[in-house]
C-alpha cells in the first residue's frame, strides 16, 4: 500500500483555507470585544484615517492653491510623516517578511523521525518507556543533533525499533480520539473525517521538515503517514470526501505573514517610554547598560540592562536574570525588574532586552530576533564581567523559548529555573499556534493580543519567520526539577494549560512543589505583583 502511494500524484500545493464567515463569527463575538474595539482599536484606526484625510484635504488645497476649511501645524508636520514616509517604510518592512524563512540545519529526515516517534509514543501511549530514554546531544557543533540513547550514546537510534514502540490503535480507543483531536488543530480544528491523505502530506512536510510539498520527500512523508495512521486508528482517505470543505493547514514559517497597520506615534511612544524606564533604573538602581557583540555584527549587537549591588557581599551570590516576553519589552517588565531589584538588594539583576518582541521599530535589531546562539553567548559574557559561574534564570511567556535554548546548550550556566505562563511544552499539539495566530478574535483579550501582537511587524515576523518548534521544545527530561518551578494559569488562553499541566504531572513535576496550577489566573496575570506569584519565586530563590 505504502508503496502505491509514493508513485500516485498528490497535489504539491496547499489547499484553500476554510474559514469562517462574517455571519458565523458576529453569532460567536463575546460583549468585551465589542468594547475593546469601540475604546481602543477604532480609535487608533481612526487617527490613522484622520491622517490620510488630513494630508488629502492639505494636497487638495494647495493643487488649487486654496485656503483650507482646518489647518493645524500638528497635523500638519505629522500627517505627512504617517502617509507618506511611515507608510512606505512599513510596506516595505512587510515585503521584506514575506519570503518562508529556511528550515534549520537539523531539519533532516533522520532528525525528525526521530522526533516524531518520541511525539507519539510520549502522546499518552503505552510502552513510553525506551521511547523517552534519549536527550539531545549539545556537544560542540552538535547544534539541535538527533538525540541518542543514554546509556549507548555512540550508536545511532534505531528507527525500525522505535516505530515498534508505537501502537496501533483501534478508532474508538481513548488515547486514538484524544490525539485525533489535538492534531487537527493544526487543520484549523476541522473534523478528522473531512481530512485526506494530502492534507497529512502537506502538513507533515511542513512540521518535520519545515519545507512546502515535495515529489522528493514523499517516500519519507508516507511513511510518517503510516505511523499518524496507526496512532489515530483511522486510515486516511486517498480523496477528500465528498461536500467536505478544505482545511485551514497551519504551516507557520510558510503561511503569509499579516499583519495590521498602527499609527507611528504609538511607536514613539512605545519608544519615549523605553528610555523613561532606562532613566529611572539607572537613577534608581544605578542600573548599567551592557552592549555585546552578536553573533553577527551586521545584525547589531545585544543589549543586557544590569544592576550591580553596591555592597559586596563576603558570599559570592548568584545573579537574577530575567527574560521577557512579548509585549512592549522594558516599559511592560520594568516593574518586575523592580520588584526584584528590590527583594534582593545584594544580588546582580539581569535583563535582556530583545528588540524584535518589544516593537522597537527604530533599532537596527526590530527585524532580528536574538537567536538561540546568541542566547547563550550573550548570557555566558555577561556572567563573565559579573565574575559568575552561573545564574538563577525567571521566564515570562516567550522569554521561555531563550531560557530552553540556554537549559540545552549551556545547562552549566542555569542554577535554578523558574518558568512563568512558559510556551515552551507541548508544542507539537498546535494550540499555541492556532490560538495566537490563527483564530478569529472573538473576546477582548484575544482581540487585543491580536492587534499589539500577533499582526504587529516585528513581532508578526518573530513568530512567523523565526519560530522553530523542534527547536523552542523542552522536555521535561531537560530540566533539573529539584531547581524547577512552573507558573502555570488555569484560565491561559494562549495555549491549553490544562493539558500541560497533566502532561508535567506525569513526567514527574509534583503539585505545588515544582508545579503550580495558579486557579483562575489567565496569560500574564502571575506578573501582577500583589497577586502573590512574584512573592513565591523570590521565595524559591532565596
Known amino acids: 500500500m505504502t508503496t502505491m502511494r509514493t508513485r500516485r500524484r498528490v497535489s504539491l500545493s496547499a489547499p484553500p483555507a476554510k474559514l469562517e464567515t462574517p455571519k458565523e463569527v458576529r453569532k460567536l463575538r463575546s460583549w468585551s470585544y465589542y468594547i475593546i474595539f469601540a475604546i481602543v482599536i477604532l480609535p487608533l484606526q481612526l487617527f490613522i484615517m484622520s ?38 517604510y512599513l510596506t516595505i518592512l512587510n515585503k521584506r517578511i514575506q519570503p518562508i524563512s529556511l528550515p534549520p540545519p537539523h531539519f533532516t529526515p533522520s532528525f525528525a523521525k526521530q522526533l516524531f516517534i518520541r511525539i507519539l509514543g510520549d502522546f499518552r501511549a503505552v510502552n513510553t518507556r525506551r521511547v523517552t530514554e534519549w536527550s539531545e546531544d549539545t556537544s560542540q557543533g ?33 488515547k486514538a480520539r484524544d490525539f485525533r483531536e489535538k492534531v487537527s488543530t493544526w487543520f484549523g480544528h476541522a473534523e478528522w473525517h473531512d481530512l485526506c491523505h494530502d492534507d497529512m502530506l502537506t502538513w507533515l512536510s511542513w512540521s518535520l521538515l519545515g519545507l512546502p510539498l515535495s515529489e522528493a520527500n514523499l517516500p519519507f ?25 478544505p482545511p485551514t493547514i497551519i504551516r507557520l514559517t510558510i503561511d503569509p505573514v499579516k499583519t495590521r497597520a498602527r499609527p507611528i506615534l504609538l511607536y514613539i511612544i512605545i519608544h519615549i517610554a523605553d528610555m523613561l524606564t532606562k532613566f529611572f533604573l539607572i537613577w534608581r538602581y544605578d542600573c548599567k547598560i551592557w552592549i555585546i557583540e552578536g ?28 527574560m521577557h516576553g512579548l509585549g512592549f519589552g522594558l516599559p511592560h517588565y520594568g516593574q518586575i525588574f523592580k520588584f526584584l531589584a528590590n527583594k534582593f538588594p545584594n544580588r546582580p539583576i539581569v535583563m535582556p532586552l530583545n528588540r524584535a518582541t518589544s516593537m522597537m521599530i527604530f533599532t537596527r535589531r526590530y527585524l532580528l530576533p536574538v537567536t538561540r546562539q546568541e542566547a547563550s553567548q550573550g548570557l555566558t559574557e555577561v556572567l563573565d564581567r559579573l565574575n559568575a559561574s552561573d545564574t538563577d534564570i525567571v521566564s515570562h511567556s516567550f522569554g521561555t523559548i531563550a531560557h ?40 477582548g483579550i484575544e482581540l487585543l493580543m491580536n492587534y499589539f501582537i500577533a499582526t504587529e511587524t516585528g513581532l508578526a515576523n518573530t513568530l512567523q519567520r523565526s519560530f522553530s518548534w523542534s527547536c523552542n521544545l523542552l ?37 505545588g512543589v515544582a508545579l503550580h496550577y495558579m486557579d483562575g489566573f489567565n496569560h500574564g496575570e502571575c506578573l501582577i505583583t500583589r497577586n502573590g506569584v512574584i512573592d513565591t519565586v523570590c521565595e524559591f530563590l532565596e
Not at 512558559?422 to 499539539?429: A, D, G, K, N, S
Request: neutral net charge.
Open 51 to 88: 491622517s490620510f484625510l488630513y494630508t488629502a484635504q492639505r494636497l487638495y488645497h494647495l493643487y488649487n492653491n486654496s485656503v483650507p476649511y482646518c489647518r493645524y501645524l500638528f497635523m500638519d508636520i505629522y500627517a505627512p510623516l504617517e502617509q507618506v514616509i511611515f507608510y512606505v
Open 142 to 174: 552538535a547544534y539541535a543533533a538527533p538525540a541518542l540513547r543514554r546509556e549507548d550514546r555512540r550508536s545511532s537510534w534505531d528507527v525500525d525499533m522505535l516505530e515498534s514502540q508505537i501502537p496501533a490503535l483501534e478508532y474508538n480507543d481513548a
Open 221 to 245: 512523508l508516507e511513511s510518517c503517514v503510516h505511523l499518524v495512521e496507526k496512532r489515530t486508528g483511522s486510515c486516511l482517505p486517498m480523496k477528500r470526501p465528498e461536500g467536505a470543505q
Open 295 to 322: 553573533e553577527n555584527p551586521q545584525s547589531g549587537p545585544l543589549e543586557y540592562i544590569v544592576r550591580i549591588p553596591d555592597k559586596k557581599s563576603e558570599d559570592k551570590v548568584k545573579p537574577v536574570t530575567l
Open 404 to 443: 530552553t535554548h540556554i537549559l540545552k546548550d549551556a545547562p552549566h550556566l542555569v542554577n535554578k529555573s523558574v518558568f512563568l505562563d512558559p510556551v515552551t511544552f507541548c508544542l507539537w499539539e498546535g494550540d499555541l499556534c492556532y490560538r495566537f495566530l490563527y483564530k478569529v478574535p472573538k473576546t
Open 475 to 511: 522536555w521535561p527530561q531537560e530540566m533539573k526539577i529539584e531547581s524547577t518551578k512552573v507558573f502555570i494559569g488555569s484560565e491561559d488562553f494562549i495555549y491549553d494549560s490544562k493539558r500541560v499541566h497533566e502532561y508535567l504531572l506525569r513526567h514527574g513535576l509534583r503539585d
